[in-house]
Every structure is written in structure tokens, then in C-alpha cells.
Nanobody, 122 residues
Framework: QVQLVESGGGLVQPGGSLSLSCAAS????????MGWFRQAPGKEREFVAS????????YLAASAQGRFTISRDNVKNMVYLQMNNLNVDDTAVYYC???????????????WGQGTQVTVSS
């Protein structure tokens, strides 16, 4: 079973950028498609982005398209989420996740990380 630890969250002003990282251990992430989810206060956890095991395909939620980029480094066992042009609606706890390519976007996840807080505020 892979273990996931997110980092890089913090406070950013509207219009700013933030880069999240997810460090995997215990198993190579080559065995998984990887994804990012988020949960805002009082709301359900929602899918943000996913990337196929080799990195050739990505899938982004409508809210992330044009602003967020997901990437991975299978050698370093890392997954990244670059977030640009952030707005207050992006405030949430962001979770890294491992699973299958077809299932991740439907929130069918094998393993969750513990989450990292992103706050967008002036």
C-alpha cells in the first residue's frame, strides 16, 4: 500500500499561485494513476485533477481547467499540482490520491493523503 504526504499549502492572495507536492512512499506510484481532490468547509470532497500512470494523459475538473496543472515524477515518486490565478473559491483542504485512471475522477480512491490547507484571501 502506498502512503501519501502532501505539502506546499498556505495562504495566498487572489490571483496568486501555489504549488502543491505529494510525496509517496511504501510503493512506486508507477502502479497508480494519481489525482488531487479538495474539500472546502461545509462541502463534500470534490475531484480536481488526475494523471495517468505514465503521465501522458491528464483530466481536470471544469473549475481547474486553464488554471491548474497536474504532473508527476515517477523516478522521485512525486505528484504535483501547480495552481495559478487562484480565487477565494479555491480555498479548501487539498488531498493527494492514488487509484485507477478511470475511477479516480469518480472519487473511487485506493489511498488518500492527509491533506494540506490552501487559503486564498486578501
Amino acid at each position: 500500500q502506498v502512503q501519501l504526504v502532501e505539502s506546499g499549502g498556505g495562504l495566498v492572495q487572489p490571483g496568486g499561485s501555489l504549488s502543491l507536492s505529494c510525496a509517496a512512499s511504501g510503493r512506486t506510484i508507477r502502479d497508480y494513476a494519481m489525482g488531487w481532490f479538495r474539500q472546502a468547509p461545509g462541502k463534500e470532497r470534490e475531484f480536481v485533477a488526475s494523471i495517468s500512470w505514465g503521465g501522458s494523459s491528464t483530466y481536470l475538473a471544469a473549475s481547474a481547467q486553464g488554471r491548474f496543472t497536474i504532473s508527476r515524477d515517477n523516478v522521485k515518486n512525486m505528484v504535483y499540482l501547480q495552481m495559478n490565478n487562484l480565487n477565494v473559491d479555491d480555498t479548501a483542504v487539498y488531498y493527494c490520491a492514488a487509484g485507477s485512471w478511470k475511477a479516480l475522477r469518480f472519487s473511487e480512491v485506493d489511498t488518500w493523503g492527509q491533506g494540506t490547507q490552501v487559503t486564498v484571501s486578501s
